[in-house]
């Protein structure tokens, strides 16, 4: 069976740092592409980071560039999400996504709260 378990949300301060992890399994990882959501109350769910298969390129949204970095470890079959110099509005849950063609999975997210 397909999993995606997200880690690494917590409470955070305004310039603080979290990495977010999330381990793979059920799928062969390195085909798919891996995206990082996150969803605020009240919001619709936007895309943070997109990484290719094979790690060679990488895309971010506007408000997370420069703050934020993804990766991907295919011997581990996790991707990450290093994030730097957070802001009260990166406050969300952050789910990991997994797509190839129209084919997409969504693990269950973790709460990422940034609050002095």
């Known amino acids: 069976q397909v999993q995606l378990v997200e880690s690494g949300g917590g409470l955070v301060q305004p310039g603080g740092s979290l990495r977010l992890s999330c381990a793979a399994s059920?799928?062969?990882?390195?085909?798919?592409?891996m995206s990082w959501y996150r969803q605020a109350p009240g919001k619709e769910r936007e895309l943070v980071a997109t990484?290719?298969?094979?790690?060679?390129?990488?895309n971010y949204a506007d408000a997370v560039k420069g703050r934020f970095t993804i990766s991907r470890d295919n011997a581990k079959n996790t991707v990450y999400l290093q994030m730097n110099s957070l802001k009260p509005e990166d406050t969300a849950v952050h789910y990991c996504?997994?797509?190839?063609?129209?084919?997409?999975?969504w693990g269950q997210g973790t709460q990422v709260t940034v609050s002095s």
């Open positions: 996504n997994a797509q190839r063609g129209w084919r997409r999975y």
């Open positions: 059920g799928f062969t990882f390195s085909s798919y592409a």
């Open positions: 990484i290719t298969g094979a790690g060679d390129s990488t």
